[in-house]
C-alpha cells in the first residue's frame, strides 16, 4: 500500500498499550521478540495455540532470555496488564443479576 501521509508501521513497534503473544515460531522467534519489544511487552497464549500449549511452554523454556523475563512472558505480564480486570468482575456479575 501507497500510503505516505501515514505513519511507519515501524513506528508503532514502542507503543505503550501494544503487546504481542509468544504463541510463535519458537525459541528464537521469541528471543527477537524480546530483543526488538523487550520482555514486557510478552505474553503467553493469549489468544489460544495452533502450536499446542505444549509446543508454546516448550519454545519459551529453550529461548535465551533470562528467567526473570521468562516468568514475565508466562505470567507477570499479563497479570499485570489485564489482572486489574477481575475486581470489575463481580460489579459486573451483581449488575446482570
Given at each position: 500500500?501507497?500510503?505516505?501521509?501515514?505513519?511507519?508501521?515501524?513506528?508503532?513497534?514502542?507503543?505503550?498499550?501494544?503487546?504481542?503473544?509468544?504463541?510463535?515460531?519458537?525459541?528464537?522467534?521469541?528471543?527477537?521478540?524480546?530483543?526488538?519489544y523487550g520482555a514486557d511487552k510478552i505474553m503467553f497464549a493469549t489468544d489460544g495455540t495452533d502450536?499446542?500449549?505444549?509446543?508454546?511452554?516448550?519454545?519459551?523454556?529453550?529461548?535465551?532470555?533470562?528467567?526473570?523475563?521468562?516468568?514475565?512472558?508466562?505470567?507477570?505480564?499479563?497479570?499485570?496488564?489485564?489482572?486489574?480486570?477481575?475486581?470489575?468482575?463481580?460489579?459486573?456479575?451483581?449488575?446482570?443479576?
Amino acid at each position: 500500500m501507497d500510503t505516505p501521509d501515514l505513519p511507519l508501521p515501524s513506528t508503532q513497534v514502542r507503543k505503550p498499550n501494544l503487546f504481542l503473544d509468544c504463541n510463535s515460531f519458537g525459541a528464537r522467534a521469541i528471543e527477537l521478540g524480546v530483543d526488538l519489544y523487550g520482555a514486557d511487552k510478552i505474553m503467553f497464549a493469549t489468544d489460544g495455540t495452533d502450536f499446542s500449549t505444549e509446543w508454546s511452554l516448550k519454545a519459551l523454556q529453550e529461548a535465551r532470555i533470562d528467567e526473570s523475563a521468562k516468568a514475565g512472558i508466562l505470567y507477570a505480564n499479563a497479570a499485570r496488564v489485564i489482572g486489574g480486570l477481575t475486581r470489575l468482575a463481580p460489579a459486573r456479575e451483581r449488575q446482570a443479576a
